[in-house]
């Protein structure tokens, strides 16, 4: 009933010259189109970092550099970018440092500045794509059930977090050893598996035995032709 | 191959549920630190759960590559399609793996090799990548052999601590089915 007045309402405003449904599922169209194109960009600049010769590389400066200014001006945040860096440096560096001496120190940085720039596109793609569009894009190539697997268990994931937090402040309450400080030992690492994660496989067995019914219920895998939620 | 990722949709949620939740909670435990192994830690673990749980070949990589696509979609970690990578390779060395040693020791000790396999491909990946970024061999080799060092630390902790648990889960009649033994 619901279903026909809304078809009836559309069919209405589209009489009037207004059909904001089509208007909007133009544009959410549009957006994926969008998302799948940085997708494939992500991709090609990424492999690029690791693929191309030393004398391409400052072409891919370049383009990172305007994701980089994209990224900002998408209030993105560059002390991540920055945090990598340091951290592959050092460890590179030092690593050049002790194994070949002073000698090779230029070919480390190189190395170091490959990996950051196969790190920027990922960052920039998590800044500019909303994760709804990757998902809608995903399952363009997706078969419809794992598809459906994905969709649920992401839209689950706020209902996993709070069991998650409850069983966790739970066993904290009755003495357990899972604060984050009692956490830095790996000893203790057991005893976050055995009075957390263990009630948690439970509720997720549990859920998924309902969440499987509930679709089987509704005909999911009955059609060729599966709705869509948007 | 899709024969052997036909699963029935609760096993398919179940893998959708424990790949969605290793990602979340490596995101929230801030265990991302770099290039060490902490993250194979979660990743073990979760892998030889599904395994265990749904009992069949095939699972493992299900879950490495739901687990990768969760990770793009909601940009985890270094974000971009090179996550699917991170995810994925050590699943599916895993699962290769597990159809060589299927049935030929106890769980316990299965679980180790496949963890081990699987941090062998994940250190691996790491190396190859250092090589193509253009490290000399020597200083690859290092990093290779200290993420295999720490990386396989995290995996051997993981799985041992997989069997109790299915253990339990098989001793409260949680287990709808013959799983693996």
């Known amino acids: 009933m619901r279903v026909k007045g809304r078809h009836k309402a559309t069919k209405y405003r589209g009489a009037a010259g207004f059909d904001y449904h089509r208007l909007e599922s133009t544009a959410t169209q549009k957006s994926s189109y969008v998302t799948a194109a940085s997708l494939i960009l992500v991709l090609i600049l990424s492999s690029a970092a690791f693929l191309i010769p030393d004398r391409y590389l400052p ?69 500019t794509c909303a994760p709804e569009r990757i998902g809608e894009v995903l399952t363009w190539v997706l078969p419809v059930k794992w598809a459906f697997v994905i969709a649920a268990s992401i839209s689950l994931l706020p209902y996993m977090t709070v069991e998650l937090r409850e069983i966790y402040h739970i066993q904290c309450l009755r003495g357990a050893r899972i604060s984050p400080k009692a956490l830095r ?46 | 191959m899709s024969k052997s990722f036909n699963f029935s949709l609760q096993d398919a949620l179940f893998i959708g549920f424990c790949a969605t939740l290793l990602v979340a909670l490596k995101s929230m435990l801030r265990l991302k630190l770099g290039i060490s192994g902490h993250s194979m830690f979660l990743m073990t673990f979760f892998y030889l759960i599904c395994y265990g749980v749904v009992g069949r070949v095939g699972s493992v990589s299900a879950c490495g590559l739901q687990s990768g696509l969760v990770a793009m979609i909601l940009s985890v970690g270094k974000g ?79 799985a041992l601590m997989v069997p109790p648990v299915l253990e339990r889960l098989k001793s409260h009649d949680l287990l709808y089915k013959e799983s693996a033994k």
């Not at chain 1, 460890?91 to 500045?113: D, K, P, R």
């Not at chain 1, 309902?210 to 939620?229: D, E």
């Not at chain 2, 990946?125 to 250092?130: I, Q, T």
């Open chain 2, 80 to 158: 971009g399609p090179l996550i699917l990578i991170k995810f994925a390779l050590p699943a599916i060395a895993m699962d290769l793996s597990l159809i060589l040693v299927a049935g030929l020791f106890t769980l316990r000790w299965r679980c180790v090799l496949v963890g081990l396999i699987g941090c062998f491909a994940w250190a691996t990946k790491g190396w190859v990548e250092d090589l193509l970024v253009g490290m000399t061999m020597q200083v690859a080799l290092v990093q290779f052999a200290l993420s295999m060092l720490k990386g396989g630390m995290f995996t051997l902790l993981a």
């Open chain 1, 59 to 127: 072409g891919l400066i370049l383009c990172e550099m305007l994701l980089v200014i994209h990224g900002v001006y998408r209030r993105g945040n560059p002390g991540v970018i920055a945090r990598v860096f340091i951290v592959q440096l050092i460890i590179t560096m030092s690593l050049y440092y002790l194994i070949h001496g002073q000698s090779q120190l230029a070919q480390g940085a190189v190395a170091v500045l490959r990996i950051l720039l196969a790190f920027i596109p990922g960052w920039w793609l998590s800044i």
């Open chain 1, 185 to 230: 030992d790996p000893r203790n690492w057991s005893e976050l598996i055995n009075c957390v994660i263990f009630p948690l496989l439970i509720q997720l067995l549990k859920l998924s035995r309902q969440i499987a019914v509930a679709a089987q219920l509704r005909y999911f895998g009955k059609s060729k032709q599966p709705t869509h939620w948007r």
